[in-house]
């Protein structure tokens, strides 16, 4: 069993190597980070070695009969085996020769679906959000470039005041693995955009601002959780279900309207940018009702 300093330098060594060499977005490296000194942890408190299989199985049970759901186990277990994988691909002479992740199977539940909101919902919530104040056009904006472009939340905060153009409309973004690609946006995101940075946002700098697209109240650069608390408020106050308008839930309801107005999945798969299409193939479940009238239309027998 390897010493606690050990261990601290192992992990710092397995983040710098995702950072470094597979150049894994921060939010991914702090994930890896959280999941894996749970599992150190829990190693230590028990005087096991965490490198065994026997540590590995336990812990995994463990985590299951504390109530964690099988999502966050499967991570977790994700995490270790790819931890496992890369000092056994350097020839760490501490790692076991045989893969102790190997064969280890962490429960399965099916894939859930993800939340769309219907297009009154997102109306509502957008028209909602009042005009007159700073922050109440910065609101706007965020909510017609999350649905308009289908970001992710951390890819919203991460905007630069330089990475929107007027003309065309569009917005560059940088996504998982810093990702470059280029959104376009509708006439109603433009808008939106355009009354924020000349009316709405000159109004919220204040000295040492960065260059943020969107910021804060103090005029800082807004935050993930932050984005979050604004759109919980923001639907609390509108009398809309809150527990279904997460930020990310914005990001489904636009593949799937996309999808459900005739837009096609690879189309889809780009603007989502995502790098395997089987990513974006759970959105055609909703594209179902689609099937028998285009059948009716296009098919020569039908």
């Keep these: 069993m390897e010493s606690t300093a050990a261990i601290d330098r192992q992990l710092a060594q397995y983040l710098y190597y995702l950072q470094v060499e597979r150049n894994l977005s921060q939010n ?12 150190l942890e829990y190693a230590k408190l028990r005087a096991r070695a965490f490198e065994q299989r026997e540590t590995i199985v336990e812990f995994l049970a463990d985590q299951k009969q504390a109530g964690h759901k099988d999502a966050t186990i499967r991570r ?3 995490a270790i085996r790819s931890y496992f994988s890369y000092f056994q691909g350097i020839g760490d002479e501490n790692m076991p020769e045989v893969d102790a992740t190997q064969g280890i199977q962490a429960g399965r539940s099916p894939r859930g679906l993800p939340t769309v909101l219907t297009s009154e919902e997102i109306d ?7 005009g007159d104040t700073a922050l109440g056009l910065r609101d706007r904006a965020m909510f017609e470039v999350m649905y308009g ?17 007027t003309d065309p409309g569009r917005i560059r973004c940088l996504g998982k693995g810093k990702k470059e690609r280029y959104v376009p946006l509708g006439r109603s995101a433009i808008r939106a955009l355009s009354a924020y940075v000349e009316e709405g946002r000159p ?7 960065p260059n943020a697209l969107f910021l804060s109240a103090r005029g800082r650069s807004l ?9 919980k408020a923001r639907a609390h106050a509108l009398g809309l279900d809150a527990d279904r308008l997460y930020p ?20 889809v798969q780009e603007l989502l940018g995502h790098q395997d299409i089987a990513t974006t193939q759970i959105y055609t479940h909703v594209d179902r009702r689609r099937l028998r009238p285009q059948y009716d239309a296009h098919h020569p027998r039908a």
């Design 223 to 231: 935050t993930r959780q932050g984005f979050w608390k604004i759109l």
């Design 124 to 130: 509502r919530l957008i028209a909602g959000v009042p």
């Design 248 to 267: 990310h839930a914005l990001r489904h309801s636009f593949a799937t309207h996309l999808l459900e107005n005739g837009a096609d999945l690879r189309s």
């Design 149 to 165: 472009a289908g970001l992710r939340v951390s890819e919203l905060t991460g905007l630069d005041i330089n990475d929107w153009w």
């Design 76 to 78: 977790r277990l994700a």
């Design 203 to 209: 109004r919220l700098v204040v000295k040492n601002s």
């Design 28 to 39: 991914s490296i702090l994930a890896y980070r959280r999941d894996l000194v749970i599992y």
